[in-house]
């Protein structure tokens, strides 16, 4: 039996943790705002829609920046 290489193996790894975005449909702001939710699994940012079950995949919001825009003069 031959060993992996290094490569081999995080390539593998890679593979096998897939990122939920890809995995799930993504939802948006409004989206959160307008239905009620329930979280399935926070580490991977994934809530379940109340209403019909399905799962959904958020991405982390940037609070901070949401109110800069490039021509705010503070």
Request: net charge negative.
């Amino acid at each position: 039996m031959t060993r992996k290489s290094k490569r081999e193996i995080e390539q593998r790894l890679e593979e096998l943790d897939t990122d939920p975005a890809d995995e799930y449909p993504t939802v948006t702001l409004a989206g959160l705002l307008a239905w009620e939710w329930e979280s399935v699994d926070e580490e991977r940012n994934l809530k379940r829609r109340q209403e019909t079950g399905e799962i959904y995949y958020h991405p982390e919001l940037d609070l901070e920046g949401l109110g800069n825009t490039p021509n705010d003069s503070n």
